[in-house]
């Protein structure tokens, strides 16, 4: 089973800042890698697939790098509305597999 | 509208079996793979189980492997989960999701239905 280590677990931001969480996998797993936001009492939204492809209707203030083990998303310029737990999922090899999550808190 | 609406979800007893149903609209049900994925009260995404478009595919996380049984009913347009001697560490949010294409990223997802597996 592939392992995705996210990082931070929890981060406080300030509006209009730039965040970067990390996820790193236990093994290469080429670009098969995804994004999602979820938001309390919500189910999650696909954000980035494979890496670096904005899902359609994203903000373009979500975007998304890597390949192989580690991989990263940013937000540039942070909203108020992206506060959120961010998950990331390998589809790589079976079991599909999801980072711990990471919480952004809008100070 | 493309929509997944889940059903089937309870309270039930430590031992015993619930069927959760999947209800797809709006687009071409038998052209994806669908899954379904957890969350526990407070905890993070689980995936449980995936199913290719023409069932010729099945695969299960160890965790419900041998206990949960993923199909889909493609005329009916519906996924199921069979979920077998249930644990307390089932309870969960039990949520729909349709891929995008085959090892690829999950684009819908659904409201949710919860189990909770409780004496």
């Known amino acids: 089973e592939i392992v995705l280590t996210q990082s931070p677990d929890f981060q406080s931001v300030t509006p209009k800042e730039k965040v970067t969480i990390t996820c790193r996998a236990s093994?290469?797993?080429?670009?098969?890698l995804h994004w999602y936001q979820q938001k309390p009492d919500q189910s999650p939204k696909l954000l980035i697939k494979?890496?670096?492809q904005s899902f359609s209707g994203v903000p373009s203030r979500f975007s998304g790098s890597g390949s192989g083990t580690d991989f990263t998303l940013t937000i540039n310029s942070l909203e108020a509305e992206d506060a959120a737990t961010y998950y990331c999922?390998?589809?790589?090899?079976?079991?599909?597999?999801f980072g711990q999550g990471t919480k952004l808190e809008i100070k | 509208e493309v929509q997944l609406v889940e059903s089937g979800g309870g309270l039930v007893q430590p031992g015993r079996s619930l069927r959760l149903s999947c209800a797809a609209s709006?687009?071409?049900?038998?052209?994806?793979?669908m899954h379904w994925v957890r969350q526990a009260p407070g905890k993070g995404l689980e995936w449980v189980s995936g199913?290719?478009?023409?069932?010729?595919?099945?695969g299960y996380a160890d965790s419900v492997k041998g206990r949960f049984t993923i199909s889909r009913d493609n005329a009916k347009n519906s996924l199921y989960l069979q979920m077998n001697s249930l644990r307390a560490e089932d309870t969960a949010l039990y949520y729909c999701?349709?891929?995008?294409?085959?090892?690829?990223?999950?684009?819908?997802w659904g409201q949710g239905t919860m189990v909770t597996v409780s004496s």
């Open positions: 093994q290469s797993i080429g670009s098969s």
């Open positions: 999922h390998q589809s790589s090899s079976l079991p599909h597999t």
């Open positions: 199913i290719s478009w023409n069932s010729g595919s099945i």
């Open positions: 709006g687009f071409t049900f038998d052209d994806y793979a």
């Open positions: 494979y890496a670096s």
């Open positions: 999701a349709k891929e995008s294409g085959w090892n690829d990223a999950f684009d819908i």
